[in-house]
């Protein structure tokens, strides 16, 4: 096995796109044969689904990832942006940005719901409305639990998981491998754009792309996918906490209409907001980077 490590590190960025969709499939079918060896299909019970979304974001995102890196690279940790110390007072920066910026980010899902499509495409707009209702339902079902244990699970399961899963994968893999051939922007751009299309949901397709090409941004600034994957986790994490403390009779606001509405001046102020903290972020890490020289 050590004399695969490093093999592809000179192949070309197509080629090391394809193994990674490669791997991609090998380990999502492996993954699947897995899930219905113990589940045997069961698609009913709320627990044999849970399993399945586990099972399908470490087989999709997180070993295609690591393994890519082990035949690419001679630094796993490099090749991954996992090589660089936390700065821990930008991971506060980076949580509170998030906060802030999720009136902004619902105000685009809004106006993004309101795109209506040509007459000629009413099939394919019915389609993906009745996946985006599907897609709701089964969101619904997994976010409905009434105690601290189950609350705990969904958090791995929603929040940690996907937020590592899904940034080793596109910010970690493809932006990483994309950033060999083209220019960094192009690349940040293009990943968010696919980031964005795999999830298959039309009606929020411009609010995540943007918030993917934020995290692409944050690790050409920072070069740590920590940061990166601590933003994509608040992102998830507001919306599981908050939908528990509401399912569970707490009065807390609906987190998805903030800043929609009779918020919608939220929502701008929380625009103004992601503005200036998309600069700030980019002036920050670049006086953290002087003064590293300075040293």
């Not at 907001?273 to 040293?295: E, M």
Request: charged share 10%; glycine share 6%.
């Amino acid at each position: 096995m050590s004399n695969l490590k490093g093999l592809y590190t000179q192949s070309s960025v197509f080629s090391k796109l394809l193994i990674l969709i490669g791997l991609l499939f090998v380990f999502a079918v492996s993954g699947s044969i897995i899930w219905l060896l113990i589940t045997h299909g069961n698609m009913n019970d709320t627990g044999s689904l849970k399993l399945l979304q586990l099972i399908q974001s470490i087989a999709v995102f997180i070993l295609p990832s690591i393994v890519l890196a082990y035949l690419c690279s001679n630094n796993m940790k490099v090749f991954l942006s996992l090589d660089k110390p936390i700065n821990w007072v930008a991971v506060l920066f980076v949580i509170l940005f998030m906060i802030l910026i999720v009136p902004f980010i619902n105000l685009l899902g809004d106006l993004n719901q309101r795109l209506v499509l040509p007459d000629a495409l009413s099939g394919l707009e019915k389609m993906m409305k009745s996946s985006e209702n599907d897609r709701a339902a089964l969101a619904t079902k997994f976010l409905n639990v009434h105690n601290l244990p189950a609350l705990f699970f969904n958090i791995f399961l929603i929040a940690i998981i996907p937020a590592i899963g899904e940034e080793l994968f596109f910010r970690g893999a493809i932006q990483g491998v994309l950033r060999q051939k083209l220019n960094v922007k192009l690349a940040i751009w293009i990943t968010a754009v696919v980031f964005s299309a795999i999830h298959m949901q039309f009606y929020g397709f411009v609010p995540r792309m943007l918030l993917g090409a934020f995290f692409g941004y944050l690790l050409v600034w920072s070069g740590n996918l920590w940061l990166s994957i601590v933003a994509h986790f608040s992102n998830n994490v507001l919306a599981v906490i908050f939908y528990y403390l509401k399912n569970n009779g707490y009065k807390v606001p609906d987190i998805d209409t903030i800043g929609t509405g009779n918020t919608l001046w939220i929502g701008l102020v929380s625009g103004v907001i992601a503005i200036l903290g998309f600069w700030f972020f980019s002036r920050y890490f670049h006086k953290c980077d002087k003064r590293t020289l300075n040293l």
